[in-house]
């Protein structure tokens, strides 16, 4: 049977859902102007029901230590997130200035979590997709033919070219069989990455 949860009564636009069994679920999106039915994207909001909870509570977000302080490095726009395995979360947004980032959860047992900010190069396309299967092993798509791939360092740009000419279609969405078994859809496509190594 379906019911409505409490957390219908906060004022976002809830774009994104998430999570994993020892984690739970975790949703976010963007505040709206009250009467209205779409964004501020003045401020974003994440929400975590960790196993066992019976409600959702607000998640606290760094701020992007490039900024003068929360007021201008707080999440603004969430434009995707995802889990990678049970102990890595990734949000991918851009802050009040407009400056674009990574915000990314680390947990050692997929409960507590410690979140931090990983700046993203200001001209990036943006991503609408964000999976993976363990803390090095997360992969991001989307504007474009833009796919990159996070090896626990660094976010590494991957070449998508199954034909002569590199794929320049939006991708949409992403699934992860398990490691190196990716799959991914966009305009006019279906991407299948299988191999032993990014």
């Keep these: 049977m379906w019911s409505l949860d409490a957390i ?27 009467g209205q039915t779409y964004a501020t994207s003045m401020h974003a909001g994440v929400f975590r029901r960790a196993v066992g909870d019976t409600s959702f509570a607000a998640v606290a977000l760094p701020y992007d230590p490039a900024e003068l302080g929360p007021r ?12 990678s395995g049970d102990g890595s979360a990734w949000i991918v947004g851009k802050s009040v200035s ?54 626990g360092t660094d976010w590494l740009q991957a070449g998508v070219m199954p034909a002569k000419t590199p794929v320049t279609n939006d991708l949409y969405a ?23 190594g990014p």
Excluded: C
């Design 174 to 196: 992403m699934w992860a069989a398990g490691p190196h078994d990716l799959w991914v859809v966009g305009d006019d496509l279906v991407l299948h990455h299988a191999s032993n």
């Design 8 to 34: 219908s009564s906060q004022p976002f636009v809830f774009r994104n859902v998430w999570g994993s069994a020892a984690s739970g679920a975790w949703i976010g999106g963007d505040e709206r102007v009250d």
């Design 98 to 151: 407009s400056r674009p980032g990574y915000w990314r959860a680390t947990s050692a047992d997929g409960v507590t979590f410690t979140w931090s900010h990983m700046d993203r190069p200001s001209l990036d396309k943006s991503f609408s997709a964000v999976w993976g299967t363990g803390p090095n092993d997360t992969w991001a798509a989307g504007a474009y033919g833009r796919l990159r791939h996070w090896d």
């Design 72 to 83: 201008w490095g707080a999440l603004a726009t969430l434009y995707t997130a995802g889990m």
